[in-house]
């Protein structure tokens, strides 16, 4: 089996991993980071996204060993300590999420369009998450609540 | 997923020896569409070459009236691209419209051209460009590449390395996607060069096809006044649950037009 060294939320794990261990499996049950979550397991959905080296992919859709040496951020890795990320604290003020199960994903994808465009417009925003879907809110609460990220993460 | 093993060459020659030595073996490029195949075990390969250390596979060059994409260059690279969007803009512009943007960051010119999905974009520019794919073996035509649904003019373990695509007069592409899939339901490129003019439809058929009744009516006059409704006929086209083959033919006519309108600027 294959032995694979990441950095996962600046901590470094090297494991050993099955090839075919998905890297949405290997994030959740063995670094036990459930934050992630996994909604259709069918690359659809984007509950599952995480940011590798600043880019966003569906951890459903590839392999942990293909990340071997590489930066790895999830949710968990956002905030600082107790204190939220401005992208989760504004998801938290405009209601951007009921159940919750999308958010993660939403919260990685809407960091990574404003950390690539921090000017980045409604529609920007629209088409960026593009990818993620919500069963619960009708997603204006969260392009409320990406802008209001967006300008906080612009300081 | 059935059980496989993994390798991770870094030379074109030696992915080639891997996939030779090998039982059965599978090469793996952005894994959007064959990763997804191996979870639903609709294919069982003994070993996945992967491409990602593979040096000499990935980038895009401009030459004189040539971009040169290789392999292994994501769709989120091309879309940003400055020489790409300053040479041929309309394929830049269909590389961002692919999918979203976690499938972009991942996805692979090589592989969406060697998987030949009917309804993929890429098959359209490679066609009405006239590109030529450059393989670890021979070059190969656009217009002999595509030979059927899901079906390439590839043999048994030839990897694609590259594609040049000839720099056009000018090109466009309209994509009329299926709202969930974001795939094209319908999208048609048109590019001009020379008094030569190339239409490629994709997701309306079983494969990429050019119609040669719009070329020639753009050849005369490059206008979008040139295509009519009901040029294309609705009979080979695809039908189902999202559209049927005659809104299909509809959706070729109008995207057509709208195509050679930004192409005429
Ligand atoms: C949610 C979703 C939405 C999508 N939407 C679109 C869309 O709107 N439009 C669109 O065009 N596509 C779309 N795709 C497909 C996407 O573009 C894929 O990236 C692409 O079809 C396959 O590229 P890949 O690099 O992931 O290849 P892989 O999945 O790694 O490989 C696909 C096949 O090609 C072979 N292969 C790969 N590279 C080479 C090579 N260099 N030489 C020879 N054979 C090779 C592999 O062996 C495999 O058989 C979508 C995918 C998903 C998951
Ligand atoms: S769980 Fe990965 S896209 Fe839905
Ligand atoms: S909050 Fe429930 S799916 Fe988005």
């Not at chain 2, 004189?64 to 969007?85: C, L, P, Y």
């Not at chain 2, 060697?114 to 098959?123: E, F, K, L, R, W």
């Amino acid at each position: 089996m294959p032995l694979i060294t990441v950095h996962v939320n600046g901590v470094e794990t090297t494991k050993e991993v099955e090839p075919r261990t998905l890297l949405s499996t290997f994030i959740r049950e063995e670094l036990k980071l459930t934050g992630t979550h996994v909604g259709c397991d069918t690359s659809q959905c984007g509950a599952c996204v995480v940011s590798i080296d600043g880019k966003t992919i569906k951890s459903c859709a590839s392999f942990a060993w293909q990340f071997d040496g590489a930066k790895i951020q999830t949710i968990e890795g956002l905030a600082n300590g107790t204190e939220l990320h401005p992208m989760q604290e504004a998801f938290r003020t405009h209601h951007g999420l009921q159940c919750g199960f999308c958010t993660p994903g939403m919260v990685m994808t809407a960091v990574a369009l404003v950390e690539n465009n921090p000017d980045i417009s409604e529609n920007g925003i629209r088409e960026g998450l593009e990818g993620n879907i919500c069963r619960c809110t009708g997603y204006q609460n969260i392009i409320d609540a990406v802008k209001t990220g967006a300008k906080a993460m612009r300081g | 997923m059935y059980e496989f093993d993994i390798i991770t060459p870094n030379s074109i020659d030696a992915a080639k020896s891997e996939f030779d030595a090998a039982e059965d073996g599978q090469f793996l490029a952005g894994g959007q569409t064959l990763i997804p195949v191996l979870k639903q075990r609709l294919a069982m390969p003994s070993d996945l070459i992967d491409l990602e250390h593979v040096h000499g596979l990935s980038g895009i060059s401009a030459s004189g009236d040539t971009i040169s994409i290789k392999a292994m260059t994501r769709h989120t690279e091309v879309a940003a691209d400055h020489e790409v969007q300053a040479a041929i803009p309309a394929l830049a512009k269909l590389a961002n419209g692919i999918g979203d943007m976690h499938v972009r960051n991942r996805g692979t010119i090589g592989g969406s051209i060697a998987n030949n999905d009917p309804a993929a974009d890429y098959p359209a520019a490679v066609l009405a460009l006239h590109a030529t794919i450059v393989t670890d073996r021979r070059e190969i035509l656009a217009d002999h590449f595509f030979t059927g649904m899901f079906e390439t003019a590839l043999e048994e373990g030839e990897l694609i390395t590259e594609i040049h695509f000839p720099i056009p007069e000018a090109a466009s592409y309209m994509k009329f996607a299926n709202p969930a899939t974001r795939y094209a339901l319908v999208g048609v490129m048109v590019a001009k060069s020379h008094n030569n003019v190339r239409v490629a439809i994709t997701g309306a058929g079983p494969c990429v096809f050019r119609d040669a009744e719009m070329e020639q009516a753009l050849m005369g006059n490059f206008s979008p006044e040139s295509i009519k409704d009901g040029m294309i006929p609705a009979d080979d086209l695809n039908t189902d649950i999202h559209a049927s083959r005659e809104y299909r033919a509809h959706l070729i006519s109008v995207m057509v037009r709208r195509a050679v309108a930004e192409a005429v600027g």
